[in-house]
């Protein structure tokens, strides 16, 4: 009897405004184990205080229901790392199969728990493999590069977009080479504008591996920069392509003001020539 009218004042709250008291009882409807607290849950998912989104997760993903897992899948691109683990957590419970494709995705987060819960959602969800390859550490771009698996393209192409340490963008660079095919170049050309040099060298010189033409404008852009490093990948790079309309440009390199890069130059017009 306590239970039922506790329930009924619960239930009463949730029918007022938006507020701290409609998220307590959404919260505390949930520790009941009501099903009719996963509507109310699921709007303060939208609620603008991440603690407040991930308590909201967690009470969801207790409870086990269906009707969260679109809601989920938002939150894999949620603004608060802890958010977005809990939301890998609580797919890998509702076991959906359908949400295999998003996880692996999350696989090139840059938050390493987010990386070690996705794992462990996909192994929940009958696909184990990635278990050898992510394992929460900044050599997963490398391991994924090794595993040859071609769901790792997504991965680590979103590693190379936005992890914020270059070793991993440069790692990640390094690892698309492996695969090949337009979403690694597609890839590899917009890292030739990464704010770090060094990443730009590894796409570069992934480019050149690749013998994509589509890379052959955005690399006789790089002969003109000013870090020797990045003229001196390009160079090569263009060599490897093989394209004849990189001629006049790598010619001129043979003047550049680094003799490395002078030499990657002649070495290129052997093979253009």
């Given at each position: 009897m306590f239970k039922e009218v506790k329930t009924w004042f619960l239930l009463r709250k949730l029918r007022a405004p938006y507020g701290p008291e409609y998220v307590s009882a959404a919260l505390t409807l949930a520790g009941l184990h009501d099903k009719r607290a996963v509507e109310p849950l699921l709007e303060v998912l939208k609620d603008e205080h991440e603690h407040t989104r991930e308590a909201a997760a967690t009470a969801l993903c207790d409870l086990g229901d269906s009707r969260?897992?679109?809601?989920?899948?938002?939150?894999?691109?949620?603004?608060?790392?802890?958010?977005?683990?809990?939301?890998?957590?609580?797919?890998?419970?509702?076991?959906?199969?359908?949400?295999?494709?998003?996880?692996?995705?999350?696989?090139?987060?840059?938050?390493?728990?987010?990386?070690?819960?996705?794992?462990?959602?996909?192994?929940?969800?009958?696909?184990?493999?990635?278990?050898?390859?992510?394992?929460?550490?900044d050599e997963d771009c490398v391991r994924l590069g090794k595993s040859r698996n071609p769901r790792a393209v997504e991965p680590l192409t979103r590693a190379l977009?936005?992890?914020?340490?270059?070793?991993?963008?440069?790692?990640?660079?390094?690892?698309?080479?492996?695969?090949?095919?337009?979403?690694?170049?597609?890839?590899?050309?917009?890292?030739?504008?990464?704010?770090?040099?060094?990443?730009?060298?590894?796409?570069?010189?992934?480019?050149?591996?690749?013998?994509?033409?589509?890379?052959?404008e955005p690399l006789l852009k790089l002969l003109v920069q000013l870090d020797?490093?990045?003229?001196?990948?390009?160079?090569?790079?263009?060599?490897?392509?093989?394209?004849?309309?990189?001629?006049?440009?790598?010619?001129?390199?043979?003047?550049d003001k680094d003799p490395d890069v002078q030499r990657a130059a002649a070495a290129a017009l052997q093979k253009l020539k």
């Open positions: 969260a897992v679109q809601p989920f899948i938002k939150l894999l691109e949620d603004k608060d790392s802890k958010v977005r683990a809990m939301a890998c957590r609580a797919l890998g419970k509702l076991g959906d199969r359908q949400v295999t494709h998003q996880l692996v995705v999350t696989l090139g987060d840059a938050d390493p728990d987010e990386r070690k819960a996705a794992v462990k959602a996909l192994s929940r969800l009958g696909d184990a493999d990635w278990q050898q390859w992510v394992q929460g550490t977009k936005s992890d914020p340490k270059s070793g991993v963008r440069v790692a990640a660079a390094e690892a698309l080479v492996a695969f090949g095919g337009y979403p690694a170049v597609a890839a590899l050309l917009k890292a030739l504008n990464d704010e770090h040099s060094m990443v730009r060298r590894a796409a570069a010189r992934g480019l050149g591996k690749l013998r994509d033409k589509r890379a052959v020797n490093d990045l003229r001196l990948a390009a160079a090569e790079a263009l060599g490897e392509l093989g394209d004849k309309s990189a001629v006049p440009a790598v010619t001129k390199a043979l003047k």
